[in-house]
């Protein structure tokens, strides 16, 4: 999926408790959200697990600088930074 195919639209989420998801994507129906963490090893955080519970997400991709691509939790991913350079990869089936 990418952000640019003409039926997917961006959003930023956040509540006044403070939760937040640096972009939202809806494609086909479908919410995926995306985080940007400037940080070695991302991990599960508040914000990502009430946006999963309260928007009903199909999946986060946390981008980070690193290079591992890994799994945080269930339907939330560790994505390496240089991945948004090719199409289609920051979201893998």
């Given at each position: 999926?990418?952000?640019?195919?003409?039926?997917?639209?961006?959003?930023?989420?956040?509540?006044?408790?403070?939760?937040?998801?640096?972009?939202?994507?809806?494609?086909?129906?479908?919410?995926?959200?995306v985080e940007c963490k400037r940080v070695d090893a991302p991990r599960m955080r508040p914000s990502i697990r009430i946006a999963l519970a309260d928007l009903g997400l199909e999946r986060v991709a946390v981008v980070y600088p690193g290079t591992r691509r890994y799994t945080i939790a269930d339907r939330v991913e560790a994505v390496p930074l240089a991945t948004l350079a090719t199409p289609g990869q920051l979201f893998t089936p």
């Open positions: 999926m990418l952000a640019t195919e003409p039926h997917t639209d961006a959003a930023f989420w956040a509540t006044h408790q403070g939760a937040e998801i640096d972009l939202l994507l809806q494609h086909r129906g479908a919410l995926f959200g």
